[in-house]
């Protein structure tokens, strides 16, 4: 790996404390102004991705694309100066600006690689698999059964998804996780005063 030397106190502007200039500073620290700002990246970002798609429009898309990425950048700046930790909205614009979502479907698009690092399985439609092996696992702490008609229903999935997602170990070991946090939940609010 490339060692890089750090100047990471200039950042983007070389200037600034913690390479954010003032004036940016006082204006993200209106009431709101970071969580607008990072649904205006978003927003931005969604027109990027369809006129990018789009024929002749390449250089001006591309103009467009740089100072989203920089929006997004003074964004990460600001929550790193202030040591805030970013809402879900700052961070779901910086998936956007990252190409870590699908812009037509708004889908994740996380990297196979980075998947399988975590031990999560490789599977199209993550977020329908993690929702079902979390449903399953509810249903298992209460002692229910979903049928796989029922779960395929409830998700928007085929039963044959769910029927190939019952045979992977990494769907078993979630559902199983959540049947045990349920449970334990359970017995630790039933002991609690009424």
């Known amino acids: 790996m490339r060692v ?17 200039p003032g004036e940016i500073d ?37 103009g467009q694309l740089s100072e989203i990425a920089t929006l997004a950048a003074i964004l990460v700046r600001y929550h790193a100066k202030h040591q805030k930790a970013p809402s879900s909205m700052v ?13 037509k479907s708004g889908n994740p698009l996380p990297s196979p690689a980075v998947l399988k690092r975590f031990g999560l399985p490789v599977v199209d439609k993550l977020d329908k698999f993690l929702e079902a092996s979390r449903l399953e696992g509810e249903a ?28 992977m170990p990494e769907y078993q070991r979630r559902r199983q996780t959540v049947s045990a946090l349920k449970s334990v939940a359970a017995g630790v609010y039933s002991k609690l005063p009424s």
Do not use: C, M
Request: charged share 35%; hydrophobic share 40%; net charge negative.
């Open 4 to 20: 890089v030397e750090d100047r990471s106190e200039e950042g983007l502007f070389g200037y600034g404390r913690q390479g954010l």
């Open 26 to 62: 006082l204006w993200l620290d209106r009431d709101g102004a970071v969580e607008d700002l990072a649904q205006e990246i978003i927003a931005r970002w969604l027109e990027w991705a369809e006129q990018h798609h789009a024929r002749g429009r390449r250089r001006s898309a591309e």
């Open 91 to 103: 961070a779901f614009a910086l998936e956007h600006v990252l190409g870590l979502i699908n812009p």
């Open 140 to 167: 298992d702490a209460l002692g229910e059964v979903l049928s796989d008609r029922a779960l395929a229903k409830r998700i928007g999935v085929s039963r044959d998804t769910v029927a190939r997602w019952h045979d």
